[in-house]
């Protein structure tokens, strides 16, 4: 069973500091790790995508690296802004076709 | 190509009525799961369907809660004599038939009110 964990559960920043959200899971057969971005009350964006045959996935400020061994991955932000708040949940296969997912980090970004 | 609609967005029921989610999936897609969100929880895998088919309802509340992805029309999370704990926010997400299907697309959300 896939098991993921996200810590811390909340973090708040000034803006202009990098962020780094951790996320980890307990299966490493892993074939892939998504980041998705929820706005309360809102659904989910997907912000990047890594395959278990990449280290890591850009996608403009974002960063998202894997670590299979280690079952972790981490999403980094540069420059935070306060658009940049809200929460983050990453998510690992359970199966073929299932998604774990943590709890989640909610970033607050004051200016 | 419009993304995973979900109807309605916000949904308030009285203890003990019956609730209807509706999902229309992406063009072209036939897989269709349902994801349930408690208040400060993660999102939890219910029911994974495909056309006119139940793959796996695992997820699923044995009673009160059924799901269905007809031939015509939207998949459709049905929810009877809902209780209080039945408050969340209820996802769908859709995968096209040769995609991985781990690497779905998720819709808005109904958010359902249990009062």
């Known amino acids: 069973k896939q098991e993921v964990t996200q810590i811390p559960a909340a973090l708040s920043v000034p803006e202009g500091e990098n962020l780094v959200l951790n996320c980890s899971f307990t299966?490493?057969?892993?074939?892939?790790l998504q980041w998705f971005r929820q706005d309360p009350g809102k659904g989910l964006t997907s912000l990047l995508l890594?395959?278990?045959?990449?280290r890591e996935q850009t996608s403009g400020r974002l960063n998202a690296s894997l670590d299979k061994s280690s079952g972790r991955s981490t999403l980094y932000i540069a420059a935070s802004q306060p658009g940049d708040s809200a929460t983050y949940l990453c998510?690992?296969?359970?199966?073929?076709?299932?998604?774990?997912f943590g709890a989640g980090t909610t970033v607050t970004v004051r200016a | 190509n419009a993304g995973v609609m979900q109807n309605p967005r916000h949904l308030v029921r009285r203890r003990g009525q019956e609730a209807r989610l509706r999902c229309s999936p992406m063009?072209?897609?036939?897989?269709v799961y349902w994801y349930r969100q408690l208040p400060e929880e993660g999102l939890k895998f219910m029911v994974y369907?495909?056309?006119?088919?139940?793959?796996?309802e695992s997820g699923m509340p044995k009673e009160r809660f059924s799901a269905e992805f007809p031939k015509e029309g939207p998949s459709i999370l049905r929810i009877q004599q809902v209780v209080r704990g039945d408050s969340a926010a209820y996802f769908c997400?859709?995968?096209?038939?040769?995609?991985?299907?781990?690497?779905?697309?998720f819709g808005q959300g109904t958010r359902l009110t249990v009062v």
């Open positions: 998510a690992g296969p359970h199966g073929d076709y299932k998604l774990s």
């Open positions: 997400a859709s995968s096209p038939p040769r995609a991985r299907r781990t690497e779905a697309f």
């Open positions: 063009k072209g897609h036939s897989h």
């Open positions: 890594i395959q278990s045959s990449q």
């Open positions: 299966d490493s057969a892993i074939y892939n």
């Open positions: 369907l495909q056309k006119e088919n139940i793959i796996d």
